[in-house]
């Protein structure tokens, strides 16, 4: 089964990779990654997500604590978090492969309601690595399948997302899942707000408008966003500037001074710092490093 999917995967990504060995098939939420070099650090704020990891290995780090996770291991994530990552394995002979997820928190929400489970009070710990479960390679199989039959997609997608979702509910990592699904509980409250300043990044960040949306006062709104996701709101808010920024310098050639001003930064030369203090070099520095490497390549 688990060799099942990783040709799947594979065939996935010969259909649908972009250059950059990401594919995104007809299912929303969906993706598939490969390479068969190991990658630079690679930054970014992640939505909740579980990511199976069918051949070769990675590195992800959040705040002091790295994993270290290889083939037949998931990857959760459950709360918006910055984290740093490194495909660690993978050559021409044995490409790295993983299958990612995002999770539905509205697909999560129902389930929980129907499966009459009660919201958790252990401590929330947003990023979590095992061994994945056989119910949730099968389910996530089934749903690769799909592919080999275009018209079935629309058909089936759904409830075959719902069921991949249910087995994650009632698995290891449920307890950590079951937190979204329910919406009065801190991290839903924040996962609003922070959807709020992912949908608005490049303006003003006003604070008494997020704590509002997750109907908390303010002190106790940058208390819970900090548990939540390890920083403030501001700092989360840069963090999205500069990860965006760094793709548009990357993906599109966008000169640093466009890339400064296209995702809200007024001053240059504070993009510039703030840019160096994140990635450990400033980004013309960068940029000039990566565009030498493409010529040598």
Not at 41 to 55: E, F, M, N, R, W
Not at 125 to 154: C, T
């Amino acid at each position: 089964m688990f060799n099942d999917l990783l040709e799947s995967v594979r065939a996935c990504s010969l259909a649908y990779a972009d250059r950059y060995g990401v594919a995104r098939p007809p299912i929303a939420g969906l993706s598939t990654i490969t390479t068969t070099t190991p990658s630079e650090l690679q930054y970014a704020i992640s939505k909740p997500l579980v990511a199976l990891l069918l051949q070769g290995s990675k590195r992800v780090a959040f705040g002091d604590r790295s994993f270290d996770f290889g083939p037949g291991e998931s990857l959760v994530i459950t709360a918006d978090v910055p984290t740093v990552s490194q495909i660690t394995g993978a050559n021409t002979k044995e490409p790295y492969f993983s299958l990612v997820m995002e999770l539905d928190l509205a697909v999560i929400e129902k389930l929980a309601m129907e499966m009459n489970i009660v919201a958790s009070t252990a401590p929330h710990v947003p990023v979590r690595v095992d061994h994945a479960e056989k119910e949730v390679v099968a389910a996530a199989l089934r749903l690769m399948k799909l592919l080999d039959r275009p018209s079935s997609v629309p058909i089936l997608r759904d409830q075959l997302v719902r069921e991949m979702h249910y087995w994650l509910l009632v698995g290891k990592h449920g307890e950590a899942i079951r937190s979204l699904g329910f919406a009065e509980t801190h991290s839903k409250r924040i996962a609003r707000a922070i959807a709020m300043i992912r949908s608005d990044y490049a303006r003003p960040l006003r604070v008494e408008r997020l704590a509002e949306s997750a109907s908390m006062s303010v002190s106790s709104f940058h208390e819970h966003f900090r548990l939540v996701t390890s920083l403030t709101p501001l700092q989360f808010q840069k963090q999205l500037r500069l990860i965006e920024a760094r793709r548009l310098m990357l993906a599109e050639g966008t000169m640093a001074k466009i890339a400064a001003y296209t995702v809200g930064y007024e001053s240059v030369s504070q993009f510039t710092r703030e840019y160096g203090r994140l990635f450990g070099v400033p980004p013309a520095r960068e940029m000039k490093k990566i565009r030498l490497e493409a010529c040598e390549a």
